[in-house]
């Protein structure tokens, strides 16, 4: 049977997902990209996506990207259009290891664990308009700094509030979701005001990271949709951010520059 793939990507995912298939537990998948193919190098979400992102197809059917290192062809380099010519693959081509999980011995290094992301919004009725004062330079407050506490609170307001949000056990929820082998992480959160409600809102960006279990974006929405049910048991969610899909995996490597750029875009400054 012919098989025809139209562009890369459908290449590297109908390769993986049919090698895969034959992996032995303790087998190995190598597969060799040119500079940038891979997205190992990303260090923002848009050059991962400019990748071909190859540990997405490869959680998808099972596989974890378990090392990336450099890699210099022994062969002949040749296009592929008749023509005998060499082509470029750029000054630093790598090698993508992928396996099957080995359980919690073969735990992947940070960098390469695939990550999906969402937000949960708690909504905290009731409270003083005081809470609700700009700081020095006019902006809203964003975050849990005790000088806020000091300055814009009454002492029960101050109990009242923090109670609520620290005496949920968000990260006892989401481990009782999770299965093991998925690493979760609350790399951000922040109050906002909600001028329309009144409502102070409590947001925790959540992190599901393969550790040494594959991760499907499938599967970590099925995490998100069961955490909203069960902490809606406890507290108010804000409606128009329920149900909204993770986000499209990408590698640990770039949170930090994720949660940066949707800071200064505003995601943490104020409501929609």
């Not at 081509?93 to 735990?107: Q, R, V």
């Not at 000091?150 to 968000?170: H, M």
């Not at 929405?221 to 990408?250: M, Q, W, Y």
Request: net charge neutral; charged share 25%.
């Amino acid at each position: 049977m012919e098989l025809t793939f139209h562009s890369p990507i459908e290449l590297i995912n109908g390769f993986l997902k049919s090698a895969s298939e034959f992996l032995s537990p303790n087998g190995e998948i190598h597969v060799a990209l040119c500079q940038g193919q891979g997205g190992s190098s990303a260090a923002t979400l848009n050059e991962w996506k400019d990748s071909w992102t190859p540990s997405i197809f490869a959680g998808e059917h099972g596989l974890l990207l378990s090392n990336v290192c450099s890699y210099q062809p022994i062969y002949n380099l040749s296009s592929h259009r008749g023509k005998d010519r060499g082509f470029n693959i750029g000054e630093n081509p790598k090698m993508y290891i992928f396996e099957k999980s080995k359980g919690p011995l073969f735990k992947v290094p940070k960098a390469h664990q695939l990550c999906t992301r969402h937000e949960l919004h708690i909504m905290i009725p009731n409270i003083d308009g005081s809470l609700y004062k700009s700081n020095n330079k006019g902006e809203p407050m964003s975050s849990f700094s005790p000088i806020y506490k000091e300055e814009l609170l009454s002492s029960s307001q101050t109990d009242s509030l923090f109670n609520v949000v620290d005496g949920l056990p968000i990260m006892q929820i989401i481990q009782e979701i999770v299965p093991e082998g998925i690493r979760v992480e609350v790399p951000d959160r922040k109050l906002l005001h909600q001028e329309d409600t009144g409502c102070i809102l409590v947001i925790y960006f959540i992190v599901y990271c393969g550790e040494y279990r594959a991760l499907r974006r499938s599967e970590t929405d099925a995490f998100r949709c069961d955490l909203e049910i069960e902490v809606e048991k406890h507290v108010t969610l804000r409606e128009n951010r329920r149900g909204k899909l993770v986000s499209k995996p990408f590698p640990y490597s770039i949170l930090k520059s994720i949660v940066k750029a949707n800071s200064s875009l505003g995601l943490f400054k104020k409501t929609e």
